[in-house]
């Protein structure tokens, strides 16, 4: 169905944002400062213009169609572009009371939040950090969908997606930005049978492993490198937690692998033994990565120079090969 711009109502488009974001007509009114009636008669007249329902009740809210769903981020990220364009603002943080949303695991969030709520307390005592568990090495979902403002994390496979699509000029709806970069190290407690000797690929691939899983799947990154050297190794505890790994490894006979800067702040290094691993791995790049539709507001700017200043601070001394980068 063909429609005319140049006649469409754009306050439609607003109110058809805010009902997506709620999925329900109450909060959508009340969000936008106007009564039920008058978002129905919206939705109405845009149905008439798109040709389609573009959602239906279900519950106590709504369902989107598909094809309200198909236009919901153009729609979002159209109606943010002006935001910005034409009220741009200026975020001051002395008196900012946002609340910013960041997923991250456990060992990330033990190097950058200690550093992060000390800016925090000096410089934005009213802003508010909320900190939601990382399941998934691909934040992408998460941050198309407004689940956090920000992912934090070692995500090889999206930072190379996203920067083949760039040189192939395709359009890159997400931004990243290198934090610091880590390695991945044999961890044993001490006394292990194995402590007492160079670390050899046969010795590893006996031993009985822990794997640090998001996801639950009994299966990551080091497996694939075995798996390319025809090697294999024995997973019998798989956890979702890398300070639930340190603990484990630290009361048992089980190898685990775990990042070398976090291990200093577990608070139980005099336990643990670390060892190089017995195969090349690459580097461990943190990287942030946040939806475009967020790049130019100034809080989100404030929150990532934020987070370089408190890897700056937390890896202050290392090696440059392991320091923080932005590039």
Same mark, same amino acid.
């Given at each position: 169905?063909? %429609?005319?711009?140049?006649? @469409?109502?754009?306050?439609?488009?607003? $109110?058809?944002?805010?009902?997506?974001?709620?999925?329900? @007509?109450?909060?959508?009114?009340?969000?936008?400062?106007?009564?039920?009636?008058?978002?129905?008669?919206?939705?109405?007249?845009? =149905?008439? %213009?798109?040709?389609?329902?573009? %959602? =239906?009740?279900?519950?106590?809210?709504?369902?989107?169609?598909?094809?309200?769903?198909?236009?919901? #981020? /153009?729609?979002?990220?159209?109606?943010?572009?002006?935001?910005? /364009?034409?009220?741009?603002?200026?975020? *001051?943080?002395?008196?900012?009371?946002? /609340?910013?949303?960041?997923?991250?695991?456990?060992?990330?969030?033990?190097?950058?939040?200690?550093?992060?709520?000390?800016?925090?307390?000096?410089?934005?005592?009213?802003?508010?950090?909320?900190?939601?568990?990382?399941?998934?090495?691909?934040?992408? #979902?998460?941050?198309?969908?407004?689940? $956090?403002?920000?992912?934090?994390?070692?995500?090889?496979?999206?930072?190379? !997606?996203?920067?083949?699509?760039?040189?192939?000029?395709?359009?890159?709806?997400?931004?990243?930005?290198?934090?610091?970069?880590?390695?991945?190290?044999?961890?044993?407690?001490?006394?292990?049978?194995?402590?007492?000797?160079?670390?050899?690929?046969?010795?590893?691939?006996?031993?009985?492993?822990?794997?640090?899983?998001? !996801?639950?799947?009994?299966?990551?990154?080091?497996?694939?490198?075995?798996?390319?050297?025809?090697?294999?190794?024995?997973? %019998?505890?798989? $956890?979702?937690?890398?300070? /639930?790994?340190?603990?484990?490894?630290?009361?048992?006979?089980?190898?685990?692998?775990?990042?070398?800067?976090?291990?200093? $702040?577990?608070?139980?290094? *005099?336990?643990?033994?670390?060892?190089?691993?017995?195969?090349?791995?690459?580097?461990?790049?943190?990287?942030?990565?946040?939806?475009?539709?967020?790049?130019?507001?100034?809080?989100?700017?404030?929150?990532?120079?934020?987070?370089?200043?408190?890897?700056?601070?937390?890896?202050?001394?290392?090696?440059?090969?392991?320091?923080?980068?932005?590039?």
């Amino acid at each position: 169905m063909d %429609v005319n711009f140049r006649t @469409l109502d754009l306050n439609l488009l607003r $109110v058809f944002d805010e009902v997506m974001a709620e999925r329900n @007509l109450t909060r959508a009114a009340r969000n936008l400062s106007i009564t039920q009636p008058a978002v129905s008669n919206a939705l109405r007249r845009l =149905r008439e %213009v798109l040709g389609d329902e573009l %959602v =239906r009740r279900s519950g106590a809210g709504v369902e989107p169609t598909p094809r309200a769903l198909a236009l919901w #981020p /153009t729609v979002r990220d159209a109606l943010r572009q002006l935001q910005h /364009t034409l009220a741009p603002g200026e975020f *001051d943080a002395g008196i900012a009371d946002t /609340t910013f949303l960041l997923a991250m695991a456990d060992a990330t969030a033990a190097e950058l939040m200690p550093g992060l709520v000390g800016i925090v307390e000096r410089e934005a005592r009213a802003v508010s950090l909320r900190v939601l568990p990382l399941t998934t090495r691909d934040p992408r #979902p998460m941050l198309e969908n407004e689940e $956090v403002d920000m992912a934090i994390g070692y995500f090889p496979a999206v930072i190379a !997606s996203l920067a083949a699509r760039g040189q192939s000029g395709v359009g890159v709806p997400f931004e990243t930005q290198r934090l610091y970069v880590g390695q991945y190290v044999c961890v044993m407690r001490r006394g292990h049978p194995l402590a007492a000797e160079p670390l050899t690929l046969d010795a590893y691939c006996a031993a009985r492993h822990l794997l640090v899983s998001f !996801s639950g799947r009994p299966y990551g990154f080091i497996d694939q490198t075995l798996g390319a050297l025809g090697r294999e190794r024995r997973i %019998v505890v798989t $956890v979702n937690q890398f300070f /639930t790994a340190g603990r484990v490894v630290a009361n048992s006979d089980l190898l685990t692998v775990l990042p070398r800067h976090f291990v200093r $702040v577990t608070g139980i290094d *005099d336990q643990l033994v670390l060892r190089d691993l017995p195969f090349d791995q690459p580097l461990v790049h943190v990287d942030a990565v946040w939806h475009r539709r967020a790049q130019h507001g100034h809080s989100h700017e404030w929150l990532r120079k934020a987070l370089l200043r408190s890897a700056a601070a937390a890896f202050a001394g290392t090696p440059d090969e392991l320091a923080p980068r932005d590039d």
